[in-house]
């Protein structure tokens, strides 16, 4: 069943947010419902801004190393000690999953099977460049708080390559032990999982840029939980 089309204005205006709604962006009723549904994303990436994740005890270790502090970089679990020390070396995991929040914000193809069910695919950013420009929602459309347009360049010069095919944006791995399942398709159910996925990947399926990164690491068992063990240290202690 379609809702007219004054519904989302309706439910605004009724809602407990109308007043806050209202003051920052006007009257709910006096916008069209693509408007409204604008002004709900803009606030909601705005909400997000704000969002940062609490200390973690790696944190705490790197803190450790750089200030010198051999006790407290001594408290970080030996395990975790380990797997450190493969996600940055032998791993090749921080060439992808760089920076304070383990991801250097790039589109890469992680080896992740890309059959959706059998003769239809999930081409990933090459599909999802297609589908951006196509969007009225960009730094290149009607929408944008920039009238100038400065940031429209970025979308302009997009254009799907096939380098694009099967990838997808790094994900940052801060509480990641906190979520699961894991990778775009949730095809994978625990760290365990993913670990393992690195350690046999299938160089038949990886083209384009995660092949001249990724092979298979072929990690013993005990390597594996290593990795966990320093994946699970990223989870911040605070309980929101
Ligand atoms: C070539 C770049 C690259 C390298 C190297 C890489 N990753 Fe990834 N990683 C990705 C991408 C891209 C994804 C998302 C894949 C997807 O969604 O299909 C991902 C996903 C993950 C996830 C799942 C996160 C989530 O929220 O679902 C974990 C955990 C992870 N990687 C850990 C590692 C570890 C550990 C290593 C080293 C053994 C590593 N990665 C090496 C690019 C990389």
Not at 73 to 80: G, L, Q, T
Not at 152 to 167: D, E, K, S, Y
Request: glycine share 8%; charged share 20%.
């Amino acid at each position: 069943m379609a809702l007219p089309a004054s519904a989302l204005a309706d439910i605004l205006t009724e809602s407990d947010l109308a007043p806050s709604y209202t003051a920052i962006f006007g009257p709910p009723r006096q916008f069209s419902p693509e408007e409204n549904l604008v002004n709900i994303g803009k606030a909601f990436a705005a909400y997000q801004e704000t969002l940062t994740t609490g200390r973690t005890a790696f944190d705490r270790f790197r803190d450790a190393l750089e200030t010198g502090d051999r006790d407290a970089a001594a408290r970080y679990p030996s395990a975790a000690q380990r797997g450190v020390a493969l996600f940055v070396g032998r791993g090749n995991c921080s060439i992808c999953h760089s920076g304070p929040l383990f991801s250097n914000g790039e589109f890469h193809d992680a080896g992740v099977p890309y059959f959706v069910e059998p003769g239809r695919v999930d081409n990933g950013r090459h599909g999802g460049i297609k589908t951006l420009r196509s969007s009225p929602f960009t730094l290149d459309g009607a929408y944008t708080d920039d009238p100038a347009k400065s940031g429209a360049w970025a979308v302009r010069r997009l254009a799907p390559q096939h380098a694009n095919f099967g990838t997808f944006r790094v994900p940052g791995l801060r509480n990641v032990a906190k979520i699961g399942p894991y990778m775009h398709n949730g095809s994978l159910q625990t760290l365990t999982d993913v670990v393992r996925h690195y350690s046999e990947i299938d160089m038949e399926r990886l083209h384009a840029d995660g092949e001249t990164i990724l092979s298979p690491l072929q990690l013993t068992e005990a390597e594996i939980r290593d990795l966990v063990a320093f994946l699970a240290t990223l989870s911040s202690e605070d309980p929101r």
